[in-house]
């Protein structure tokens, strides 16, 4: 069936360091891929999306980009702040075209001063 | 509110006792999802409404799980017999289309906890 595996965290970064998460996913077709953040105290929010191969999506600094050969959509910025200290998941749409979401495990980036 | 709200936001419930939780989705939205979320790791499908409409409930994990939207927009997700393993956060997103890609917009979860 449908997943999706990102890397362990926590990740610990100082502030304008680089941003890679790596996520990876196993699907039949060609499945939506998104990013949704995690705030402390808050709800899941769409950070970005790609809905074909080689689609790059971006919002806020960050991007990632749908690799079709690699199975992959893996998460970047280019200077990470503070602000960015949250709870990152990625997911794809099933294959069952009832608009599910297959979320990987998260992944707990802390920033620090 | 311009947002899904949920309702209550925090349930603690003893084994063996009902609980039911409300999710208010955006107005208009079409789709309505539920999603349980245990610590420490991704949410996981429940159930899926198109208006009053349960197209899919493969994700619930057993019988005593039962979800309704009888008028297509507010829905109930109930929990009968509470056991210690329904223990989550319970999330619900709405979303206006009723095809892919489905943008899915989440309230701020109901945090369960049976004891």
């Known amino acids: 069936g449908d997943s999706v595996t990102q890397m362990e965290g926590p990740v610990t970064l100082s502030e304008e360091a680089f941003l890679t998460i790596n996520c990876t996913y196993t699907?039949?077709?060609?499945?939506?891929l998104f990013w949704y953040v995690q705030y402390p105290g808050e709800g899941l929010q769409l950070l970005l999306k790609?809905?074909?191969?080689?689609d790059k999506g971006s919002n806020k600094g960050f991007e990632a980009t749908y690799r079709k050969e690699t199975t992959s959509f893996h998460l970047e910025k280019g200077s990470v702040q503070v602000s960015d200290s949250a709870v990152y998941f990625c997911?794809?749409?099933?294959?069952?075209?009832?608009?599910?979401?297959?979320f990987g495990q998260g992944t707990t980036l802390q920033v620090k001063p | 509110g311009a947002g899904v709200s949920q309702s209550p936001r925090y349930k603690v419930a003893k084994r063996g006792q009902d609980v039911a939780l409300r999710c208010d989705p955006i107005?208009?939205?079409?789709?309505l999802f539920w999603y349980q979320q245990a610590l420490g790791q991704g949410p996981e499908f429940l159930t899926y409404?198109?208006?009053?409409?349960?197209?899919?409930k493969s994700g619930l994990p057993s019988d005593r799980f039962f979800a309704e939207r009888p008028e297509g927009s507010v829905s109930t997700l109930k929990i009968q017999r509470t056991q210690q393993e329904d223990s989550a956060v319970y999330l619900c997103?709405?979303?206006?289309?009723?095809?892919?890609?489905?943008?899915?917009?989440f309230g701020p979860g109901t945090r369960l906890t049976v004891t």
């Open positions: 997103a709405s979303s206006f289309p009723a095809r892919p890609p489905y943008e899915q917009y």
């Open positions: 699907a039949t077709g060609y499945p939506s």
């Open positions: 790609a809905t074909k191969a080689d």
């Open positions: 997911a794809l749409l099933g294959s069952s075209n009832t608009g599910k979401l297959i």
């Open positions: 107005s208009g939205h079409v789709s």
């Open positions: 409404f198109q208006n009053e409409a349960q197209l899919d």
